[in-house]
């Protein structure tokens, strides 16, 4: 029973609420808010932008996630007493109290968040948010909005990734929660690698909470937690008689080892007796873990076995799983066996047996795979899909545009770090395949550019200008808050899953192999490319000098 | 004001309780728990372990933390009626209904847990945690454990290695806030990061929490922000008139152009601006970031000038943040002013000036910064520190050691993989400087090794048994949960950060050198040897195989 949409989105402006208090920022967005509140200007309209400098895992594209978590944050941002206590301790004792109640009265009714929606394919340098509103509001929303976006974007790129790596018909599991970056993080990444493409995940808590396909069978514990096969004697619901599946899977065995010429001697009965007691419990749902001891001496056999005495009693195996060693090569083994027995036994259902592969995957290993003859239906991944190991953080940064509705830069020595300033309308032009072709970063008082119509613009990280036709035009940002409120219904996560799916599908494959994708082109309009030039010139206002003299 | 410790047992313990509910686990975990209940087996008492298999950052040691939350998890664990109506709806429809009615009685009332106490220096291998108990129920609490356990003792140990990358008197500010892998990983890791070595943190959530000095000033967009000077003449409090205050810097910056040959020309207006509207706001907190523009041309001697402002109206500046470019150099450089403007300025307070550095420092250019000449006070570190780049995940496991009495052992193809079955004493035996030599695992039916006395044992990993004599022996392990009650009072984070420092000086530079360090050895008693070589031959009572004939 999946929690309904709206349900979801309580609990998730709940656990917001809970997480992601105002506070949960950087000090000096306080301190820099009441020096602005200080010099009278915490009220002037701004304009900030979020956006990231390189694709994560030298990909050549990135899924934006975490709009949704940022609009709930939004609307309910607000300072408690208390917090306010808390800041006026740590603030210097010569403050001035009427920023306090300045803080106190503080709310989001002023801003206008415009963003390219959740689970959207974007790239490098485009700014995916604008943060528009009073400069001393704005300015201490940073952090908290960064936070949201940075790792749900990231972890969900990488499912995506993943997902591309492991072809369109495997399926694929989350199991990373217990190596997740705090429980928080294990919960964030179960959502937003589902969203990225991922088919269920183990975290029952992520399918409590947003819905999400949940299994799971057995670890190794519960194989070794059996010594004997007097431990399954014992069943609480006393409906069938162990006794009578001991002897039958028994006589199987025995049947088995003489056409797979394997040893008896080696065969676990406590691996025997695990596997029994979990046909016992779950005759329906039978998929142990078979690597506890031996694949090819004990598991295999043992699960057959009761497999088959399973489905004498009229009951429909599951499958096995793998965890550790050369899983491609056991999945072959384990599928010739399982076609063997189907055939030698009359049982047709061994034909389609699912075999799961879980041993530390990574997308490389998940590529390595897909170009490995394998049986493998099913792959469970863990550690390196929630903590990203490749790359663990993404850069998002939160910078300053336009202020008083004057356009900001940021110079740097390293010119991929200057920003690009002004308050801009952001434009994706496709191909007449439909591919997206160039995203484009305008002044937003510029006319749109219209379908079939060559336009002039600038490459970012290029000298020549570039002249375009395209098919089509899309605004790629929307406007989601506004004076308090959110101003868009937001898409359940089963849509954003489609949407991920469908707008990678759409790029064009130089942009999304996985490794050397070509860059894709973003650029700015001539007129933005003059403004800069001009402030860097200095002849524009906004590249002021101090004459001392 | 920095919250109470008690205070803060309280927010942690709430926390806890929205952060990791008992949902928070793997779907298997309840599959098993059912298979285990229905074979009648769920309250055999069993005894898990909890260890990692290797130190993470190719050190040599680690640090141990989580165990409060593990504490405060357990005292608050149970499921809601709205659980079970979840876990109802994903487990198969023949599950018997009076599992549900376990499920909804459960607690952590028969679970014994005996652990290495909170922030503890630790090596691979050592069975942390020992958590026992009803089989179903120690089994149920794997997941959430490893999750609380794994990234706080990762982001400790990566705090503390920065710490000594960093030399002892330098200051450390955690800044990873907006990089860390969702709201509350940037929690977790401002408090083991402070824990583990770092003195401050930008986060004030954090502060707000735990009692964490936090720290900020500026960021660039303030500078930005600031276009002329005309956008300081506003102060809110009308207690200073700034336009003397503009005339006297302004006199100061000629007096300063002269002095270091700079040109008027190229020093930047808004940043004149902005420090001097900051410095108004507080003149008793002056350290603004200088590199928006130009650190050499405008930022440097625009601090000074507002500086020597400052210092002349009665002030006290505090001094600079340096956020790009090569830190080490451009210290040296600003050092070099500042003791010129003191002395031909003759304002002493310009020679203890502090200087902040953050530019994406890792623990490599921490060791390179300690190499090279430098005037750099403070280093603020974010991404590598919260993210821990170099290994994002500490991999702890949780194995079963024991059933009924009887130790249980997992098999490996991988002998790294297999367990050391039994329910253990842990020991860690001193050298006669007081410095760890060797930590023990016993049975726990063992007598405890005695100080003085010559014991024989096996190094893990090596085949030889090794005769030694420590001089002072201590349990590693305390009983800190018990009938459902914590039953050790929760040291504060204050306590914990001062045994952090304390236990690594009494670390051997062997094993606590940064690169490749000297192995710490963990050795297994004879006893215990001889159990696992009985366990491996089968002539135990645990290895029994079936014999199918």
Redesign the interface.
């Known amino acids: 029973?999946?929690a309904p949409w709206s349900k979801a989105c309580e609990a998730m402006e709940r656990?917001i609420r809970?997480?992601?208090?105002p506070?949960?920022?950087?000090?000096?967005?306080?301190?820099?808010a009441?020096?602005?509140?200080?010099?009278?200007?915490h009220n002037e309209p701004?304009v900030?932008e979020l956006f990231f400098r390189e694709n994560p895992f030298g990909g050549g594209f990135s899924l934006f996630s975490g709009v949704h978590d940022c609009l709930l944050f939004l609307r309910n941002f607000g300072f408690t007493e208390e917090?306010v206590?808390?800041?006026?301790?740590?603030l210097?004792p010569?403050t001035?109290p009427?920023f306090f109640q300045f803080l106190r009265e503080l709310d989001c009714s002023g801003v206008t968040l415009r963003a390219v929606p959740e689970a959207t394919v974007v790239f490098a340098r485009v700014p995916l948010m604008e943060v528009a509103g009073p400069?001393a509001v704005v300015?201490l929303l940073?952090?908290?909005l960064?936070?949201?976006v940075?790792?749900?974007s990231l972890?969900c790129s990488n499912a995506a990734r993943f997902r591309l790596a492991a072809g369109p018909d495997r399926k694929l599991l989350e199991?990373g929660?217990?190596?997740?970056?705090?429980?928080?993080?294990?919960?964030?990444?179960s959502r937003y690698t589902h969203i990225g493409g991922f088919d269920m995940t183990?975290?029952?808590?992520a399918?409590?909470l947003f819905g999400i396909p949940?299994?799971?069978?057995?670890?190794?514990?519960?194989v070794?937690?059996f010594?004997?096969?007097e431990?399954?004697l014992?069943?609480?619901?006393g409906e069938k008689d162990p006794i009578d599946l001991i002897s039958l899977t028994?006589g199987i065995?025995?049947r088995l080892?003489e056409l797979l010429g394997a040893e008896?001697?080696?065969?676990?009965?406590?691996e025997?007796a695990a596997f029994l007691?979990?046909a016992?419990?779950?005759?329906?749902?039978f998929l142990p873990v078979i690597d506890?001891?031996?694949v090819n001496c004990s598991g295999l056999l043992n699960f057959c076995a009761v497999a088959m005495a399973l489905s004498e009693l009229g009951h429909r195996p599951r499958g096995v799983r793998l965890d550790?060693?050369d899983l491609c090569r056991q999945s072959v083994e384990v599928r010739r066996v399982f076609k063997l027995c189907a055939k030698h036994f009359s049982i047709p259902l061994f034909e389609s047996l699912i075999i799961v592969g879980t041993n530390n995957i990574s997308e490389q290993s998940m590529m390595e795979l897909n170009k490995k003859e394998n049986e493998i239906n099913v792959v469970g991944v863990g550690?390196h899909l929630v903590?990203?190991?490749r790359?663990?953080?993404?850069?998002?940064v939160?910078?300053?545009v336009e202020?008083r509705g004057?356009p900001?830069?940021?110079?740097?020595?390293?010119p991929e770090?200057s920003t690009v300033p002004g308050k801009k309308a952001v434009y994706r032009l496709l191909d007449s395949e439909g591919h997206p072709l160039l995203d484009l970063l305008c002044l937003s008082e510029e006319p749109p550019p219209q379908a079939g119509q060559t336009l002039s613009c600038y490459p970012l990280g290029q000298e020549a200008h570039l002249a375009i036709t395209p098919t089509q035009v899309t605004c790629l940002r929307q406007e989601v808050f506004s004076k308090g409120q959110i101003t868009q219904p937001l898409c359940s996560d089963a849509e954003c899953r489609d949407k991920v799916q469908r707008s990678i599908q759409n790029l064009d494959p130089r942009h999304k192999r996985l490794q050397d994708p070509e860059p894709y082109t973003v650029a700015l309009s001539d007129k933005l490319h003059k403004l800069i030039a001009e402030i860097r010139r200095g002849t524009s206002?906004?590249g002021?000098?101090?004459?001392?003299?």
Chains 1, 2 share one sequence.
């Open positions: 029973m999946a656990s809970a997480r992601v208090p506070m949960l920022t950087d000090l000096y967005q306080f301190t820099m009441y020096a602005y509140w200080n010099s009278g200007r701004a900030f917090d206590e808390y800041l006026r301790s740590v210097p010569a001035n009427a400069l300015q940073e952090t908290s960064l936070c949201l940075n790792y749900a972890v199991l929660l217990r190596r997740a970056q705090g429980p928080d993080g294990g919960l964030t990444a183990s975290n029952v808590q399918g409590f949940v299994a799971g069978t057995m670890a190794h514990s519960y070794t937690s010594n004997s096969l431990e399954t014992r069943p609480a619901d028994k065995l025995g080892c008896p001697a080696k065969i676990h009965e406590g025997l007691s979990y016992i419990a779950y005759p329906g749902n506890s001891y031996s550790s060693g550690t903590t990203c190991t790359q663990p953080s993404l850069g998002c939160y910078k300053l202020v004057n900001r830069m940021k110079f740097s020595e390293d770090k206002a906004e002021k000098f101090l004459l001392t003299n």
